[in-house]
């Protein structure tokens, strides 16, 4: 079956734009997960979804990264007034989202560069 | 809160030959579990193997295999009979409690040579 989709593959923008990004998680998934990973770092986490809600957002860094997830599967983060330092790889994961909890399997998508200039 | 420490940042072994990952974790969870993600050039992390802290059997899929020692919060990766498609970065990673958001270290970039 499909795994997890993000598009753009690659974004290049300048300082102060708006971008938005956008995840497909595997059908039936209600857990959805974003992590960014900067250059020679691991991923670190951002939010979490529970279905359509927000489960825990404290990853986020700052007002301008804004996310949704309206009706339970797709996911399009928006980063408004994009910084040089936002520059990094998103990851997006999805989970089966059921009793399993924190030890159910996240398969990741292959994340979105973003580059700012 | 999670930390996790892989203090190896690159690392080589030959092909068929077996290599050690090393990684060390805290969490103040009482129930909490411990992944290795592999990371190829494609960028998509893959899970590698899983470790459920209150399972004291290491856990092992094929070629990999897991020494975990509860104690000193040490969880290495050893791959027996590595493979060129073995080379990736390779991180470890911790979650636990109601705690869905894994935790990550900073990788391991393991070259397999010919």
């Known amino acids: 079956g499909a795994g997890v989709s993000q598009t753009p593959s690659n974004k290049v923008t300048e300082k102060g734009k708006y971008v938005e990004l956008r995840c497909d998680p595997i059908?039936?998934?209600?857990?959805l997960y974003w992590y960014r990973q900067s250059l020679g770092q691991g991923p670190e986490f951002l939010i979490y979804?529970?279905?359509?809600?927000?489960?825990?957002d404290s990853g986020l860094p700052n007002d301008r990264f804004f996310a949704v997830r309206p009706e339970g599967s797709v996911s399009t983060p928006k980063i408004q007034r994009t910084e040089r330092g936002d520059s990094a790889v998103y990851l997006c994961?999805?989970?089966?989202?059921?009793?399993?909890?924190?030890?159910?399997?996240?398969?990741f998508g292959p994340g979105t560069r973003l580059l700012v200039l | 809160a999670q930390t996790v420490t892989q203090s190896q940042p690159e690392m080589s072994v030959q092909e068929a030959e077996t290599v050690t990952l090393s990684c060390t974790y805290d969490?103040?969870?009482?129930?909490?579990?411990l992944f290795w993600y592999k990371q190829p050039p494609s960028r998509q992390m893959i899970l590698v193997i899983r470790?459920?802290?209150?399972?004291?059997q290491n856990a092992t899929e094929n070629r990999f295999s897991v020494n975990f020692q509860k104690a000193a919060k040490s969880f290495s990766l050893k791959i027996s009979d590595s493979q060129l498609g073995d080379t990736a970065m390779y991180f470890c990673?911790?979650?636990?409690?109601?705690?869905?958001?894994?935790?990550f270290g900073k990788g391991t970039l393991l070259t397999v040579n010919p």
């Open positions: 979804f529970q279905g359509t809600g927000a489960a825990d």
């Open positions: 969490t103040s969870e009482s129930n909490y579990y």
């Open positions: 994961a999805s989970s089966p989202g059921g009793a399993g909890g924190p030890k159910e399997t996240q398969y």
């Open positions: 059908s039936g998934h209600t857990a």
């Open positions: 470790q459920e802290a209150y399972k004291q």
């Open positions: 990673a911790c979650n636990g409690g109601s705690n869905y958001k894994l935790t």
